[in-house]
């Protein structure tokens, strides 16, 4: 049997979105091997229950911790809000990371906003999360939640390749939360990493993007570090696609394309 620092860390998301932190994770730690998950049967999480989001989140981790992953990343919003406790239940001494405190540690370390916008899907907004993450971290200003459901619909399944389509969506996720002032933009929904660099053109410069996805990275690195668990340096360290049904065809072309990552092998799985 392996040690604990030549097993995966597990990734999992809805889609395809959760490559961006895969991403992040795969260029701060070299040698680790990566488990993604991608339940498409179940796409999307955002307009559905929490209970039953919570649902498949158990099921995932069940299946991640069953592969013996040493660490895993909620790398979806919708499933942090509606089972991070659930997963760390299920989880035991193994770690869990979701999204929202990283996003919102990003927020607090650089200290200079006072009013905040947050994308996602309906199952984040309508939570209130953020909010209430920002208020246990006594921060006593302003955020503004907007869902945006057919920006996120294009991103999801990797078709971001119409350009004009995509600017229209983006102006009209962005455009209530800058009205309200706002002078940081935290993606509330790990699909829009896909689409950055369109909502970097539509959002006015004094606004700065948050993408929490490279403090997640950070984060994880600091749990392994601090439990030894780091892969050896040089290994060489490989991406396992697990999928429920429905891959979109071009998804190892999409992965290379937006988030420059190889997957060396894909593999159906039924949970
Ligand atoms: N990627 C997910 C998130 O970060 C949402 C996509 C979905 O609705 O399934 O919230």
């Known amino acids: ?105 990003t927020v607090l370390n650089r200290g200079c906003y006072s009013r905040v916008g947050v994308i996602g899907t309906a199952g984040t907004i309508n939570s209130s999360s953020y909010e209430e993450t920002f208020v246990k971290n006594n921060w006593k200003k302003t955020v503004h939640g907007h869902a945006c459901p057919n920006l996120l619909r294009l991103a999801e399944k990797g078709e971001i390749d119409d350009k004009e389509r995509i600017n229209r969506l983006a102006r009209e996720c962005v455009n209530p939360l800058l009205e309200k002032g706002i002078d940081a933009l935290i993606l509330g929904c790990t699909d829009f990493s896909c689409v950055k660099d369109t909502l970097k053109e539509v959002v006015p410069s004094r606004v700065d993007i948050i993408d929490p996805a490279r403090e997640v990275a950070r984060t994880v690195n600091e749990k392994l570090k601090s439990r030894d668990w780091m892969g050896k340096e040089g290994d060489e360290s490989q991406l396992f696609f697990y999928h429920t049904n429905g891959l979109p065809g071009e998804t190892r072309e999409f992965a290379k394309k937006a988030f420059n990552l190889t997957i060396d092998a894909i593999v159906p799985t039924d949970i």
Do not use: H
């Open 1 to 105: 049997m392996l040690g604990r620092p030549e097993k995966p860390i597990g990734v999992f998301d809805s889609g395809l979105g959760g490559l961006a932190v895969t991403s992040e994770i795969a260029q701060k730690m070299p040698d680790e091997d990566i488990l993604y998950f991608a339940d498409f049967a179940n796409l999307p999480f955002g307009p559905k229950q929490r209970e039953q989001v919570e649902g498949f989140v158990s099921r995932i981790v069940d299946f991640l911790t069953s592969r013996e992953v040493k660490t895993i990343v909620i790398a979806c919003n919708t499933a942090t809000v509606a089972g991070l406790d659930k997963a760390k239940e299920i989880a035991g001494e193994i770690p869990v990371v979701g999204m929202i405190n990283p996003a919102v540690n």
